[in-house]
C-alpha cells in the first residue's frame, strides 16, 4: 500500500486508530510523517485536529477522515470546559469508533487532559508522551528526556510516538514532510507565467518571531533591482501587511491562496524566504529550497524547516534563547534585526550555487501530486 493514497481502502485487520494533534497549522504538517505511519498499520485513520490546524491536516496523505475540534486548553482555542463541550466529544469519538489513540505533542505540552476524555469516550488504548505520571490514562507512555530524547525535530519526536504505539513508517518512506497537492491545483496565472520567481513570507503567528516589515521590503526591493521576481504570501489577516512589504514591484498574493494553492506556490519557488511559521513547513513539505529567518524564543533543533535545502539566518544564542516569548523581551529585536538583505541574498546564492544575476534560468521544481 501506498502512504500517500489517503483516501484507499486498508486491509490490516480492521484497525481504527483516531491521531491527535490539536494546535496550529505548522504543528500538524510537522505530525504528517506519524499520521504516514499510524496510517500504513491501520485500517482507517482519524485526524482529530483543531481549528487553525485543520486545514493542513486536510493536506495530509494517509487521513480518512479529518475531524475538527476546539480543545479548551490550547491557547488559540481557549473556551469554558462544560457539559456542552464533553458532549460534543464523547459524540466526535462515538462517530469514528477508534479501537486506540495516538496522541501527538510538542516537548512543553502534556497529552493527559485529551487521554482523559479519550478514556471517558471509551477508547480502550491510549499512548503518547508524558512528564507526570499518567496513572491509568496512557496504556504506552514515552518518558521525555528517558524514552524520548529532546533535542530531535518535532517530526522525529511524533514518528516516536507513533513507533511506541506500534506503528512505523512503510518501507521506502524517507520520514519527511509531504503533503498532497491535487493536479486540479494550479497557482495564479501572474505566478504561472513567471519563469523564475522567489517567494517571501513575511508573516508569523507572534511579534516575537517576525523579520522587521522594513527589511522584507527592502528585500523585495533589492530582488527587482537584480531582476528577480518577488511573490509576497501570506493570510487574509496579513494583507495589510503584505501589501506594504510587495509595494510597486512585488506580486502581492496576501489572502489570496487556499493552503493548496499556496503549497504549489512555493514548490514552484526557486527560494522560499519564511520565518518560524506554518508555511515554512509547508514549503519543507513540497521540497522548496529555504531560507529560515529563525529567532531562538523556541529552539531551532526542533522547530526549523525538516527539509533538505535550509539556511537558518539569525542568532541563535541571543538573550531571548529558549524564553518561547511571543513579544520581543529583548530591546530592538537583535535575534533577527541583525539579518540584513545582503544575508539573505548570499543564503539564496549558497541554496542554488549560482549568484543571483548569472541563474537566468528557472530553478523551479514543479508540484508534486503525490508530495
Known amino acids: 500500500m501506498n502512504a500517500a493514497d489517503s483516501g484507499s481502502a486498508r486491509d490490516t485487520g480492521g484497525r481504527r486508530v483516531l491521531v ?12 504528517g510523517p506519524a499520521v504516514r505511519a499510524v496510517a500504513a498499520g491501520a485500517d482507517h485513520v482519524t485526524l482529530l485536529c483543531g481549528p487553525q490546524g485543520a486545514p493542513a491536516g486536510a493536506l495530509l496523505p494517509g487521513v480518512d477522515t479529518l475531524r475538527v475540534w476546539a480543545a479548551p486548553w490550547v491557547t488559540e482555542t481557549a473556551r469554558p470546559l462544560d457539559d456542552g463541550v464533553l458532549a460534543e466529544f464523547r459524540a466526535l469519538v462515538d462517530a469514528e469508533r477508534p479501537d486506540e489513540a495516538v496522541v501527538l505533542t510538542s516537548f512543553h505540552q502534556s497529552p493527559l487532559p485529551l487521554a482523559m476524555l479519550l478514556r471517558l469516550a471509551g477508547v480502550p488504548r491510549v499512548s ?8 491509568s490514562l496512557l496504556d504506552v507512555r514515552l518518558r521525555p528526556g528517558e524514552d524520548l530524547p529532546e533535542d530531535v525535530p518535532e517530526p522525529e519526536r511524533a514518528l516516536r510516538i507513533a513507533a511506541a504505539a506500534g506503528f512505523t513508517l512503510p ?13 486540479d491545483v494550479t497557482v495564479p496565472p501572474v505566478v504561472a507565467a513567471l519563469a523564475r520567481y522567489v517567494v517571501v513570507h513575511p508573516g508569523a503567528s507572534v511579534e516575537a518571531r517576525s523579520w522587521p516589515p522594513s527589511s522584507h521590503r527592502a528585500l523585495v526591493a533589492e530582488y527587482a533591482r537584480l531582476g528577480v521576481p518577488v511573490v509576497v504570501t501570506g493570510s487574509p489577516g496579513e494583507r495589510e501587511l503584505t501589501a506594504a512589504v510587495a509595494g510597486s514591484t512585488g506580486i502581492d498574493l496576501g489572502g489570496r491562496t487556499s493552503p493548496a494553492e499556496l503549497a504549489a506556490v512555493l514548490a514552484g519557488a526557486e527560494v522560499v524566504v519564511v520565518g518560524n511559521t506554518g508555511p515554512a513547513h509547508l514549503a519543507a513539505a513540497v521540497g522548496a529550497r529555504i531560507v529560515s529567518l529563525f529567532s531562538p524564543v523556541v529552539p531551532a533543533v526542533k ?19 529558549l524564553s518561547r516569548a511571543r513579544d520581543c523581551p529583548v530591546p530592538g529585536h537583535p535575534c533577527l534585526a541583525g539579518v540584513g538583505v545582503d544575508d539573505v541574498l548570499a543564503a539564496h546564492e549558497r541554496l542554488v550555487g549560482c549568484a543571483l544575476r548569472t541563474n537566468q534560468g ?3 521544481t514543479p508540484p508534486d501530486a503525490d508530495r
Open 303 to 321: 522547530w526549523a524547516p525538516y527539509a533538505a535545502h535550509v539556511e537558518l539566518l539569525g542568532d541563535q544564542g541571543a538573550p531571548c534563547r
Open 171 to 183: 518501507e521506502g518512506d524517507d520520514g519527511l514532510l509531504r503533503v498532497r497537492v491535487g493536479e
Open 362 to 364: 528557472s530553478l523551479r
Open 128 to 135: 503518547g508522551a508524558s512528564v507526570d505520571h499518567p496513572g
Open 20 to 31: 491527535a494533534r490539536l494546535d496550529s497549522f505548522g504543528d500538524v504538517l510537522v505530525a
